[in-house]
């Protein structure tokens, strides 16, 4: 009796070591749903907009620029941020605010890319703490799921002007 109920737990516990393993793995390298939160997207993505985010493009190193992200918050580790890729290594980004009169610029360092929200008066992003470690990025958005009406591939940058190809 003993035996039995002790093989029966055993089962039930493997069972779920092996798929809490295939789920990890799914998760971590296949994608996943994000609920994204802030203004600092509008209008491309909205407060409480469920999104699904890939991982394998962060780890084929396939980000580009013009790719909206999730990466863990340079400032708070604990918390990620969804955020438009704007530079990649090496590229020329414009590091000053859209109402500065005088226009800075500088380069992305090697292994970093440069991150900015949609919304620029609005974002705390890569003009507050510098370019971002690629290593820190979680996956990349291909798709809007909720709200229904705006299911779909997402659109494109709104600061395009941004994007600097010298």
């Known amino acids: 009796m003993l035996r039995h109920v002790l093989g029966?737990?055993?089962?039930?516990?493997?069972?779920?070591v092996?798929?809490?393993?295939?789920?990890?793995?799914?998760?971590e390298y296949l994608g996943g749903i994000v609920v994204c939160s802030g203004p600092s997207m509008e209008?491309?993505?909205?407060?409480?907009?469920?999104v699904f985010s890939?991982?394998?493009?962060?780890?084929?190193?396939?980000?580009?620029?013009g790719d909206?992200?999730?990466?863990?918050?340079p400032n708070d580790p604990k918390s990620n941020i969804c955020k438009r890729v704007i530079g990649l290594e090496g590229d020329k980004v414009c590091t000053s605010n859209p109402s500065d009169f005088l226009k800075s610029h500088s380069y992305v360092p090697k292994g970093h890319v440069w991150l900015e929200g949609d919304n620029l008066r609005n974002s705390t992003d890569s003009?507050?703490?510098?370019?971002v470690p690629y290593g820190l990025i979680r996956g990349r958005i291909c798709l809007k799921i909720w709200p229904l009406n705006d299911f779909g591939f997402l659109r494109a940058s709104p600061n395009g002007h941004r994007f600097l190809d010298d």
Request: hydrophobic share 35%; proline share 4%; with cysteine.
């Open 18 to 27: 092996q798929y809490g393993c295939v789920a990890h793995c799914a998760f």
């Open 43 to 50: 209008p491309t993505i909205h407060n409480s907009d469920i």
């Open 68 to 73: 909206i992200v999730i990466v863990k918050s």
């Open 127 to 131: 003009r507050c703490y510098g370019p």
């Open 8 to 16: 029966k737990a055993f089962r039930v516990l493997g069972y779920t």
């Open 54 to 65: 890939e991982n394998l493009s962060r780890h084929f190193y396939c980000i580009r620029k």
